[in-house]
Every structure is written in C-alpha cells, then in structure tokens.
T-cell receptor
Framework: DTAVSQTPKYLVTQMGNDKSIKCEQN?????MYWYKQDSKKFLKIMFS???????INETVPNRFSPKSPDKAHLNLHINSLELGDSAVYFC??????????????FGPGTRLTVL | AQTVTQSQPEMSVQEAETVTLSCTYD???????LFWYKQPPSRQMILVIR??????QNATENRFSVNFQKAAKSFSLKISDSQLGDTAMYFC?????????FGKGTKLSVKP
C-alpha cells in the first residue's frame, strides 16, 4: 500500500488557470507538508499542517493555499498560475512535529508545467 | 536561521568502491535531526539514514554510514561497495521542529 500518494503525477496547464494537487497519507500521521522542488532540484518547504492547523507558512504567494479536509489529506490549490510555478511539488507526512522534527515520508511528487 | 551546505554538486565513483558526500550546516540549536535523502531518476524521495544530534554514535544502515561531527557541524555520508542503483541525487537535510531544510544536493553517478 502506498504510504503517501499524490494526484496527479503530471499536470500541464496554461498560465492564469487554477489547479489543485491532492495528497493523501495512510500512515496515521499528524503532520503533513508541501514542498516545491525547482528546476535546479532545490527543495523548499511551503506549508505544513498539524491537526488541521497551518503551522509553517514560508514566504509563499497567497495564490497558493493548502486545504486539509481531514488529518489524512492536505491538498494544494494554486490560483492564477504563472510560468514560475513550474516545478515538482512534493507532499510529505510525519508522525508529529516533535521537539526536533522526525522522519518525513514523501509522496511521489507532481510535476507541474505551466505553459 | 538554519542553513545546509553541500559543496559537491556532482561526484562519480566506480562500482564497488567507496565514496563520501559532504554536508555542513549552521544552527544555534542543540537538539535536532540530520538526514540524508536519495532521489533517483524516478524522483521519489527516499530516506537513506537519520542521525539524532544528541547521539554521539554515528548512524549506519547497511552500506551507508555517516560521520557526524557536532562541534564542526559536519554530517558526511559514506557509501561503501557502491552499486549502480546508488546513482541518484543525494540531499542532506536538517530537521528542527518539524521543518526540514535541504541542501542543494549532490548528483552521484556510479560507473560500471
């Protein structure tokens, strides 16, 4: 069984469109995350959710909005897509925040291409 | 703010040989985790090894081991008996309060 799954795996869309990427984890974890990996392979955290509360929000444009309907899901909505949004987006989960942060399990990634 | 530096953008090693990937980090915190993740061409992020900062003993996982030098803020990864399947991007990461901060990665190629 897949621990952390994302859909779709590939997404090609036009500038200005609104799109969503879904993420589900079946590990019973309390915290979920979204990361962006740019064309140079640099991975940076965008958001994390713990018990349905946003606890980290790096300087991400407000066109990006995470939505968590329940503990097992954290979806990423992107409005008014721009060329610079093209990247691979990873969802991840961990048992809890802990004092020092524990192991995170990553989904397979979604390659978003904005034309 | 924490930073993670991987000074080797690319490395190559012959199959069956040993290679060491470097990682340094900067933090004022005392309790944290350090990780090495592997990203093969399939782009899946795979945890290779994890080290708790409060443990002096270096972590090992089969052919993978780390040299953790807390005072020097250094966390290198040694891969022994390299295999073709080890070809991948390797990311060093610093974990604190649920936040993972990644280095820019080292692209490792294992040559037959």
């Amino acid at each position: 069984d897949t621990a952390v799954s994302q859909t779709p795996k590939y997404l090609v869309t036009q500038m200005g469109n609104d799109k969503s990427i879904k993420c589900e984890q079946n590990l019973g974890h309390d915290t979920m995350y979204w990361y962006k990996q740019d064309s140079k392979k640099f991975l940076k955290i965008m958001f994390s959710y713990n018990n349905k509360e946003l606890i980290i929000n790096e300087t991400v444009p407000n066109r990006f909005s995470p939505k968590s309907p329940d503990k097992a899901h954290l979806n990423l909505h992107i409005n008014s897509l721009e060329l610079g949004d093209s990247a691979v987006y990873f969802c991840a989960s961990s048992q809890d925040l802990g004092l020092a942060g524990g192991r995170q399990f990553f989904g397979p990634g979604t390659r978003l291409t904005v034309l | 703010a924490q930073t993670v530096t991987q000074s080797q953008p690319e490395m190559s090693v012959q199959e069956a040989e040993t290679v060491t990937l470097s990682c340094t980090y900067d933090t004022s915190e005392n309790n944290y985790y350090l990780f090495w993740y592997k990203q093969p061409p399939s782009r899946q992020m795979i945890l290779v090894i994890r080290q708790e900062a409060y443990k002096q003993q270096n972590a090992t996982e089969n052919r993978f081991s780390v040299n953790f030098q807390k005072a020097a803020k250094s966390f290198s990864l040694k891969i022994s008996d390299s295999q073709l399947g080890d070809t991948a991007m390797y990311f060093c990461a610093f974990g604190y309060q649920g936040n993972l901060i990644f280095g820019k990665g080292t692209k490792l190629s294992v040559k037959p």
